[in-house]
Every structure is written in C-alpha cells, then in structure tokens.
C-alpha cells in the first residue's frame, strides 16, 4: 500500500539554522510530490509542488525540496530558519495516474526559538 | 479572493444526533474533497466527488455521507456521530485536468462530540 513516511515527529531550532525534514515514499510508479504547512491555528497551505522537469523545486519563503527518485525521497529545506516558520509540515505524494488519492504523512512540527 | 470556506469552523454535537459540515469555494474547481484529521495524524481521505461523480474510499464508514448540489458546494453528513468521530474536517479542492493537479484547502471544521 502507498505510505509516505515522515521520520522527524518534533523538530527544534535556532532561527538562522539550517532546516532539512525527511519525506520518504513507497510507491514505485511516477508522483506528484507535495509540501504543505499549517502555521498555529491556519489551513494547510501549499508550499511547493513536483510534478516532473528539474527535481529541485523552490517553493514560497525561501524552501526548496529534491526529488531523489532513487531514493523515493522528497526533503524540504530551508537555509535559515526563521521564528515564523515554526508550523506543523505534511509531505503529501499523490500517484500521477490511476486513483486521485492524496497521501500524507502524519507531519513534523518544527520549533523554532528566537 | 478565491478560496475554500468552510462552516463552522467549530462545531459541537451529541452523541448520536445527526451533523452537517459545509464546504464552499470560490475557485470553479471541479474537484472536491473530505479529510477526516485526527490530533497528531495525517488527514486521511474520506471521499470526493469528480464534477457529480461520487468516489467514496473503500474504509469510510457508512455513517459518513456526502451531498453536492452544485459546483461550489459540498456537505459532510454524519449521520450518527460517535465519541471517535471527533476530528478536524478539511475541505478541499482541485482542478483536475490531466495527471497532474493540486489541492486547496480550506480552514477545517473542528468536530467535538459529546
């Protein structure tokens, strides 16, 4: 069955330091890869998106993710963390044919103090 | 601007009396979506409709309904909440025009059974 797995529950930094969160899949087929956030008390909102092209995508506020197909991975990150991206973030992939099914991960909050 | 809204926003029932959710969007998606998201979980889907065309997933309950009069609206029934069925609601909703889409959503209905 699709999964995607999200292996940092609770992730706390320091603002300016450099953020990577994990996001594996486990379908073999072609993807669409998602990044979305939810800041304290707000929707989800997207972030970035794959669909295919360049595996680097860069998203809103400064994130950027890889596709690593090899790898069936899909890292989020950002160079330099800031107090207000402290939110809950969900993966998501959706297989590109077939069922429309969105899948998620179960998220990583990330903390960030001033 | 263009969105998903969703109403309420909280939303307290009894145990065993009927509910509603209500979703509307302003996007002239023909897509419309419902997550159930448990706390510390990821959303997990529970059905959508493809223009009038209902898909419901293989493991939604059958207390769990889904009405769509029109293209900007959709409703959640539940029919005989339970102590379990408290949980965010998330609307969403997409363009689906080939393989590849991407989806919106709204704030959440936030359900508290009692």
């Known amino acids: 069955a699709q999964s995607v797995s999200q292996h940092n529950h609770h992730v706390i930094l320091s603002e300016a330091a450099s953020l990577e969160l994990g996001c594996n899949y486990s379908y073999g087929g072609t993807v669409n890869l998602f990044w979305y956030v939810q800041y304290p008390g707000q929707h989800l909102q997207l972030l970035l998106k794959y669909f295919s092209g360049d595996p680097l995508v860069k998203g809103i506020k400064g994130f950027e993710a890889e596709f690593i197909k090899s790898k069936f991975s899909f890292n989020l990150r950002k160079p330099s963390v800031q107090w207000s991206d402290t939110a809950e973030y969900f993966c998501a992939v959706k297989k590109q044919t077939g069922a429309n099914n969105l899948f998620f991960g179960t998220g990583t909050r990330l903390t960030v103090i001033p | 601007d263009a969105m998903v809204i969703q109403n309420p926003r909280y939303q307290v029932t009894q145990f065993g009396k009927p509910v509603t959710l209500s979703c509307s969007q302003t996007?002239?998606?023909?897509?419309m979506y419902w997550y159930q998201q448990k706390s510390s979980q990821a959303p997990k889907l529970l059905f959508h409709?493809?223009?009038?065309?209902?898909?419901n997933e293989a493991d939604t309950p059958d207390n769990f309904q889904s009405r769509r009069p029109n293209t900007s609206f959709c409703f959640l029934d539940i029919r005989s909440p339970g102590l379990g069925d408290a949980a965010m609601y998330l609307c969403?909703?997409?363009?689906?025009?080939?393989?590849?889409?991407?989806?919106?959503f709204g704030p959440g209905t936030r359900l508290l059974v009692l």
């Open positions: 996007l002239n998606h023909n897509v």
């Open positions: 409709y493809y223009d009038k065309d209902f898909n």
């Open positions: 969403a909703t997409s363009r689906r025009t080939g393989g590849s889409e991407t989806q919106y």
